[in-house]
């Protein structure tokens, strides 16, 4: 089992800045990817941002291109999320997954996600 831990949510103004923060833990397995996904109330969850531990290749939503980076630390099995220039439509839940490779099977995990409030 992998263990999936966010933090560094908040309420912040529009215009701020937030960094969020994802570590993954538990058995002995191999990170594929770890990604962002954010639910706001009575909407969907959907992908923000997404990075390939190997080659660090990312994705960005096109809402938050340019504003949000993602980035990660291989060793720690921890990625970071810097959102700067927050907008009030960036309220949500975020949620971290994280998705291992092995034994022949790729496995998701999710985090219990933590509370972004954009709001003046």
């Known amino acids: 089992q992998v263990h999936v831990v966010e933090s560094g949510g908040g309420l912040v103004k529009p215009g701020g800045s937030l960094t969020l923060a994802c570590a993954a833990s538990?058995?002995?397995?191999?990170?594929?990817?770890m990604a962002w996904f954010r639910q706001a109330p009575g909407k969907d969850r959907e992908l923000v941002a997404r990075?390939?531990?190997?080659?660090?290749?990312?994705y960005y939503k096109d809402s938050v291109k340019g504003r949000f980076f993602i980035s990660r630390d291989n060793a720690k099995n921890t990625v970071h999320l810097v959102s700067n220039s927050l907008k009030p439509d960036d309220t949500a839940v975020y949620y971290c997954?994280?998705?291992?490779?092995?034994?022949?099977?790729?496995?998701?995990?999710w985090g219990r996600g933590t509370q972004v409030t954009v709001s003046s």
């Open positions: 997954k994280v998705t291992t490779v092995g034994g022949g099977k790729v496995d998701d995990y």
């Open positions: 538990g058995r002995s397995y191999s990170v594929l990817k």
């Open positions: 990075i390939f531990m190997s080659s660090g290749d990312t």
